[in-house]
C-alpha cells in the first residue's frame, strides 16, 4: 500500500471543525497507513489548525472563508508544487469514510476523476425531495456531457488523477456548487474521463451541516444557476494526456 500511497495527496477543506479534523486526519492514517494529509483551513475561527497539526496533518491557511472550491483551488496548486499526481477530496467532519479511498484509487488508470457515489447502490444517503430532484436533474446533464452514466453529481468526495490534478490547479471555481457541478463540466469539457464507484456516506462526526431542509429551495435554485453558468463559460483547453497510474 505505501508504495502506491507516495504520489497521492488527501486534501481536506476545512472549515470550523476543531470537533472532528483530529479523528478524521487519524482515522485515514489508519486505512491509509504513510499516505500524506494537507488540511486546508478555509479562515476558520476555531482551533482546526492546532488540532489539525496535532494530528499529523499539514496545515495550508486561507486568511478568509473562501469555500470548499477555493479551499480545493488550494489544495490542487499544492499538490502541482510538491509533486503530487493524485489528489483525493475528503470532508473533514467525517461523512467520508477513507476505506473507500482504495476502490476510487483503483479505477484511477482508466478514468481522470472517480466519485465516490451516494445513489448507487450502496447505503442510504438521506435528502429532502427538492435536493434530490436537483441532484437528479444535474445528474441527468452532466452525464451527457461526460458520455457516462453518473448518479451524484454534487459528492465531495472524489480522487483526481494527474491530468485532473494538472487542470484544476489552472481551472478551479470558487463558487458555490462550482466546487462539484461546474468542476464536473470543466473537467469533462476537457477531455477527462469522468467514472463513479458506489460508496455509503456517515452521518458528521460533529460541527453544522452546511445545509438544512430549510434551505432545500434555495439549493434547487442555485444547483440549476451553477449548471447554467457552467455551460456559458467558455470551454478549457483540452487537457494533456497522463501516462498511466
Avoid: W
Avoid at 444535474?138 to 488523477?161: E, I, M, Y
Avoid at 470543466?186 to 477527462?192: D, F, L, T
Avoid at 456516506?201 to 453558468?229: D, E, I, T, V
Amino acid at each position: 500500500m505505501q508504495s502506491s500511497l507516495d504520489h497521492v495527496l488527501i486534501v481536506l477543506p476545512a472549515y470550523n471543525e476543531e470537533e472532528s479534523i483530529a479523528e478524521v486526519i487519524r482515522e485515514i492514517g489508519m486505512a491509509l497507513p504513510g499516505v500524506d494529509r494537507l488540511v486546508v483551513n478555509d479562515g476558520s475561527s476555531d482551533r482546526t489548525t492546532e488540532r489539525a497539526r496535532a494530528a499529523g496533518a499539514a496545515v495550508a491557511q486561507l486568511p478568509f472563508n473562501l469555500g470548499v472550491g477555493g479551499a480545493m483551488r488550494l489544495g490542487f496548486k499544492y499538490a502541482v508544487e510538491h509533486g503530487y499526481d493524485v489528489v483525493v477530496q475528503i470532508d473533514a467532519d467525517g461523512q467520508h469514510d477513507p476505506r473507500s479511498v482504495p476502490q476510487l484509487l483503483e479505477m484511477l488508470p482508466e478514468a481522470d476523476i472517480v466519485i465516490g457515489a451516494r445513489f448507487a447502490g450502496v447505503g442510504q444517503y438521506d435528502a429532502s425531495l427538492l435536493r434530490r430532484m436537483a441532484m437528479g436533474v444535474t445528474a441527468k446533464v452532466l452525464s451527457r456531457t461526460a458520455k457516462q452514466k453518473l448518479t451524484d453529481t454534487t459528492s465531495g468526495f472524489k480522487a483526481c488523477g494527474p491530468r485532473a490534478v494538472r487542470l484544476f490547479s489552472q481551472n478551479y471555481p470558487a463558487e458555490y456548487l462550482g466546487d462539484t457541478i461546474e468542476a464536473l463540466v470543466i473537467a469533462a469539457r476537457a477531455g477527462c474521463v469522468i467514472r463513479q464507484v458506489p460508496v455509503a456516506m456517515r452521518p458528521r462526526a460533529g460541527g453544522r451541516p452546511s445545509h438544512n431542509p430549510l434551505k432545500a429551495a434555495a439549493y434547487l435554485l442555485r444547483a440549476f444557476l451553477a449548471l447554467g453558468f457552467a455551460y456559458m463559460r467558455p470551454a478549457p483547453p483540452v487537457a494533456a494526456a497522463s501516462s498511466a497510474i
